[in-house]
């Protein structure tokens, strides 16, 4: 558990920089995740089948932005309600090693298995 109150505010920090990020890195992207257009007279089949696998690949970053924004906020509140280090599961105060890891992870390894 993360004993000091600056720590928390170190770490809350540093997760609202990082979903920033995130939502700054969707911002960018969203062009890139844009239907394909299928008019073969504006582009070849070949370069479409490119432009397709470019916008499935964007998509799939999208989705995984979306995942860690979401682990991200949960993380950011329960800093806020004084509930974080601790298990949402079972309750038991999570390990250091544990958070210094992945400060986003909810779950003590013992629920997490």
């Given at each position: 558990?993360?004993?000091?109150?600056?720590?928390?505010?170190?770490?809350?920090?540093?997760?609202?920089?990082?979903?920033?990020?995130?939502?700054?890195?969707?911002?960018?992207?969203?062009?890139?995740?844009?239907?394909?257009?299928?008019?073969?007279?504006?582009?070849?089949?070949?370069?479409?089948m490119d432009a397709m696998q470019v916008?499935?690949?964007?998509?799939?970053?999208?989705?995984?932005?979306?995942?860690?924004?979401?682990?991200?906020?949960?993380?950011?509140?329960?800093?806020?309600?004084?509930?974080?280090?601790?298990?949402?599961?079972?309750?038991?105060?999570?390990?250091?090693?544990?958070?210094?890891?992945?400060?986003?992870?909810?779950?003590?390894?013992?629920?997490?298995?």
């Amino acid at each position: 558990m993360i004993d000091a109150d600056l720590d928390l505010a170190v770490l809350r920090a540093s997760l609202v920089a990082r979903l920033e990020d995130l939502r700054a890195a969707s911002a960018t992207s969203s062009e890139s995740r844009r239907p394909v257009e299928l008019d073969q007279t504006s582009v070849g089949r070949v370069s479409r089948m490119d432009a397709m696998q470019v916008q499935a690949m964007a998509l799939a970053m999208e989705r995984r932005r979306h995942d860690e924004a979401r682990r991200i906020e949960a993380a950011i509140g329960r800093i806020d309600d004084g509930e974080y280090g601790y298990c949402i599961a079972c309750g038991e105060e999570m390990s250091a090693k544990r958070l210094a890891v992945d400060p986003t992870i909810p779950t003590c390894i013992r629920c997490a298995a």
